[in-house]
């Protein structure tokens, strides 16, 4: 069974990510990164014109630490973590990539960040509950 993960730098994500690793150890797990664009134009980006390319190599940079903290943790040693990054809003994105990607099973934290984007980001998981291909399991 194909089991995704939607990880960000969130505590929720992090323990849904463990409770992969945990439960479904016998099993293809993916952490997915959402990388979305107006997070980091509005946080690094001053004026009218956006280097998208430039936006979007930091998001990959910034997964990509994610990932390597993630393949440190204790319950992912042995086992064999596939990582991939999307661009676009974090619900669609998941659930795009779920049903891509025949996805069987979906983590995901019940939010995400601090601030503005832990309240939208609850809305996320809701969405991709009911939008997700497969089971979804939502970790608080």
Do not use: C
């Given at each position: 069974?194909?089991?995704?993960v939607?990880?960000?730098?969130?505590?929720?994500?992090?323990?849904?990510?463990?409770?992969?690793?945990?439960?479904?150890s016998?099993?293809?797990?993916?952490?997915?990164?959402?990388?979305?664009p107006?997070?980091?134009t509005?946080?690094?980006e001053?004026g009218?014109?956006?280097?998208?390319?430039?936006?979007?190599?930091?998001?990959?940079?910034?997964?990509?630490?994610?990932?390597?903290e993630?393949?440190q943790l204790?319950?992912?040693?042995?086992?064999?973590?596939?990582?991939?990054?999307v661009?676009?809003?974090?619900?669609?994105?998941?659930?795009?990539?779920?049903?891509?990607n025949?996805?069987?099973?979906?983590?995901?934290?019940?939010?995400?960040?601090?601030?503005?984007?832990?309240?939208?980001?609850?809305?996320?998981?809701?969405?991709?509950?009911?939008?997700?291909?497969?089971?979804?399991?939502?970790?608080?």
């Amino acid at each position: 069974m194909a089991v995704l993960v939607a990880y960000d730098d969130s505590d929720p994500a992090k323990k849904a990510l463990k409770h992969a690793l945990r439960v479904h150890s016998d099993e293809e797990i993916t952490a997915l990164y959402v990388i979305t664009p107006s997070e980091y134009t509005a946080a690094h980006e001053s004026g009218p014109f956006v280097d998208w390319d430039e936006v979007v190599e930091r998001g990959e940079q910034e997964a990509e630490e994610l990932f390597e903290e993630a393949r440190q943790l204790p319950e992912a040693s042995g086992i064999d973590l596939r990582t991939a990054t999307v661009v676009g809003h974090p619900a669609p994105g998941i659930v795009d990539y779920a049903e891509e990607n025949d996805v069987e099973h979906v983590v995901l934290g019940s939010h995400g960040r601090t601030g503005v984007s832990r309240i939208l980001l609850g809305s996320v998981a809701e969405q991709v509950v009911r939008r997700a291909p497969g089971i979804v399991t939502v970790v608080r």
